[in-house]
């Protein structure tokens, strides 16, 4: 009688018992003492804040069903003490069979920044700081090497001699952020998405390091929106506000493209240089665009492998 394998349900990649006293005990043997008391000295500031159910959280990938819907009304309830709005936190996973994909039309990007603006707004970026997940570098013709860029430009766009390079998160393959951090707060989902667990992140911006795109935040304070102007409608691990003291990066706006919708700076692009879509449907335009145009990626050099292309008309 032929018998067949046990299916494997799907796990995400934590260390085993990878508590915050052990991922503490194991950097300091690893650094030195001086070295790792500079890197988690944001942690020291966080735990002045944090309240006993925050700190001892579990991470994402071992709460419950329940501790899950208890630890979004914990949030949802900080919310409105803090920010004074009412917001819904939702817990959006992969969608089977979807593999996202971002693509930018250099040709067309004219540096006007309204991905920039919608993703400060999307996302309930600190008002202040103006942050983002996206910066757009002014590009003298004819080199993809991001040094060259300036994202301080200034006056009317586009000019002849640029071209204008929007540079976020690169959903790497390989992603160099998620093999440096000490206790797996950060790791790549089924769907492509790299994302942060926000109240496992012990703020050691290891990862912010390792990004070759500088694609990750530092959240120095916390964050100040208005309550006017905060979008209430969030996902744990994408846009809810973010604690100080932690990395943020951009997720796709995983809150929207795990629901049929597209990402808030691709709705907002006024010339239609950006594509996004699941690369797995064939009948996907960012399919089409990967088969039929000649595509480029960030430092291909380094090996990480971005789910992130560019390419011109």
Not at 42 to 71: C, G, I, N, S, W
Not at 197 to 205: E, P, V
Request: with cysteine; glycine share 6%; proline share 7%.
């Amino acid at each position: 009688m032929a018998t067949t394998e046990p299916k494997k349900l799907p796990t995400l990649p934590v260390i085993e018992n990878p508590t915050r006293r052990a991922a503490v005990k194991g950097g300091f043997a690893t650094l030195g003492a001086a070295a790792f008391v500079a890197a988690v000295s944001p942690l020291r500031q966080a735990a002045k804040t944090a309240t006993a159910a925050e700190f001892m959280q579990k991470h994402y990938a071992e709460l419950t069903p329940e501790q899950k819907a208890d630890v979004i009304a914990r949030l949802e309830a900080e919310a409105a003490e803090k920010y004074g709005a009412e917001v819904t936190i939702a817990d959006d996973r992969p969608i089977p069979g979807t593999k996202f994909v971002y693509a930018i039309n250099l040709s067309v990007c004219n540096g006007n920044g309204k991905c920039v603006e919608a993703c400060h707004k999307e996302n309930n970026h600190d008002r202040a700081t103006n942050q983002s997940y996206i910066r757009v570098l002014e590009m003298p013709k004819g080199t993809m090497d991001m040094e060259q860029g300036s994202t301080t430009y200034t006056g009317t766009v586009p000019k002849d001699d640029k071209f204008y390079l929007p540079v976020q998160c690169q959903q790497c393959d390989e992603p160099p952020c998620v093999d440096v951090c000490p206790v797996k707060a950060t790791w790549k989902e089924d769907d492509g998405i790299v994302v942060v667990d926000y109240n496992w992140c012990i703020g050691c911006r290891y990862c912010e390091a390792a990004c070759p795109y500088h694609a990750r935040r530092f959240n120095w304070k916390a964050p100040e929106v208005p309550a006017e102007e905060i979008n209430p409608d969030q996902s744990y691990l994408s846009n809810r506000v973010r604690p100080v003291g932690v990395v943020e990066k951009c997720t796709y706006c995983l809150h929207r493209t795990r629901r049929g919708k597209l990402p808030a700076c691709l709705e907002a692009c006024p010339t239609g240089a950006r594509v996004f879509g699941n690369i797995l449907d064939p009948e996907s335009s960012i399919r089409w665009i990967l088969e039929n145009k000649r595509v480029y990626i960030l430092k291909e050099e380094l090996g990480t492998k971005p789910a992130f292309f560019y390419f011109f008309d």
